[in-house]
C-alpha cells in the first residue's frame, strides 16, 4: 500500500521569505501523480501543483515549485515570495495508475502561517 | 476546471436524524466520485468510492449500512448518514474523477455535519 508522509506538522515563513514544505512517499509503482493541496480555513480543497513521475521535469505554477526526486521518493513544494493568503494547510498527495481506481492517498498535512 | 458543488455547507441536526448531502459534478461526466471523512486538524481519510451505476466500495472500517451511497448518475452522488450520532460530526468532502483519466481530482466545497 501506498504511504505518503509530511513530516513538518507546522512551518512559519515571513511574507516574501521563501518556504519549503517536505513530503516522502512509498509506492511499488513506477507511473504514478504526486499533487499538493492547500486548504485555507474555508477548508476548500485547492489544486496548487501537480507532478506526472514520468516527466523528470519538476513542475512550477508560478510561485509553486516541485523538487520532485523519484529515486529518494521524494516530493517537496516550493512556495517563493510568500504571501499572506498562503496562510492553509498543504496536503501531498498520491495517486497510482494501476486499476484505475484514482485514489488519492494524503499525508497529514503541513500547517503553513505566513507572517507579515 | 472541473466545478463540483456540494450541497448542504452546513448541517445541524438532532441525534437519529438521517442526513443526506450531496456532490454534483457541474461540467463534466464524473464516472467515479470520492467520499472523504475529515476531523479537525487531520488529513482527509477516503471513506468510499462510488462508480456510476454500481455499488459503491468502502473503505475498510467504514459501515456500509451506515453511510449509504448513491450514484445514480454522472452528475450526482449522494451520501446518506444514516441514523446519526454525536460520534458522526465531522467534516464531509467530495470529489469527482474520471476513470482511467489522469486528471487530478476536483473537490466540493465541504458540509460540516453537527449532531446534538
Known amino acids: 500500500a501506498q504511504t505518503v508522509t509530511q513530516s513538518q506538522p507546522e512551518m512559519s515563513v515571513q511574507e516574501a521569505e521563501t518556504v519549503t514544505l517536505s513530503c516522502t512517499y512509498d509506492t511499488s509503482e513506477n507511473n504514478y501523480y504526486l499533487f499538493w493541496y492547500k486548504q485555507p480555513p474555508s477548508r476548500q480543497m485547492i489544486l496548487v501543483i501537480r507532478q506526472e513521475a514520468y516527466k523528470q521535469q519538476n513542475a512550477t505554477e508560478n510561485r509553486f515549485s516541485v523538487n520532485f526526486q523519484k529515486a529518494a521518493k521524494s516530493f517537496s513544494l516550493k512556495i517563493s515570495d510568500s504571501q499572506l493568503g498562503d496562510t492553509a494547510m498543504y496536503f501531498c498527495?498520491?495517486?497510482?495508475?494501476?486499476?484505475?481506481?484514482?485514489?488519492?492517498?494524503f499525508g497529514k498535512g503541513t500547517k503553513l502561517t505566513v507572517n507579515p | 476546471g472541473a466545478v463540483v458543488s456540494q450541497h448542504p455547507s452546513r448541517v445541524i441536526c438532532k441525534s437519529g436524524t438521517s442526513v443526506k448531502i450531496e456532490c454534483r459534478s457541474l461540467d463534466f461526466q464524473a464516472t467515479t466520485m470520492f467520499w472523504y471523512r475529515q476531523f479537525p486538524k487531520q488529513s482527509l481519510m477516503l471513506m468510499a468510492t462510488?462508480?456510476?451505476?454500481?455499488?459503491?466500495?468502502?473503505e475498510q472500517g467504514v459501515e456500509k449500512d451506515k453511510f449509504l451511497i448513491n450514484h445514480a448518475s454522472l452528475t450526482l452522488s449522494t451520501l446518506t448518514v444514516t441514523s446519526a450520532h454525536p460520534e458522526d460530526s465531522s467534516f464531509y468532502i467530495c470529489s469527482s474523477g474520471r476513470q482511467y483519466s489522469n486528471q487530478p481530482q476536483h473537490f466540493g466545497d465541504g458540509t460540516r455535519l453537527s449532531i446534538l
Open positions: 462510488s462508480n456510476e451505476g454500481s455499488k459503491a466500495t468502502y
Open positions: 498527495a498520491f495517486m497510482g495508475t494501476q486499476g484505475g481506481s484514482e485514489k488519492l492517498v
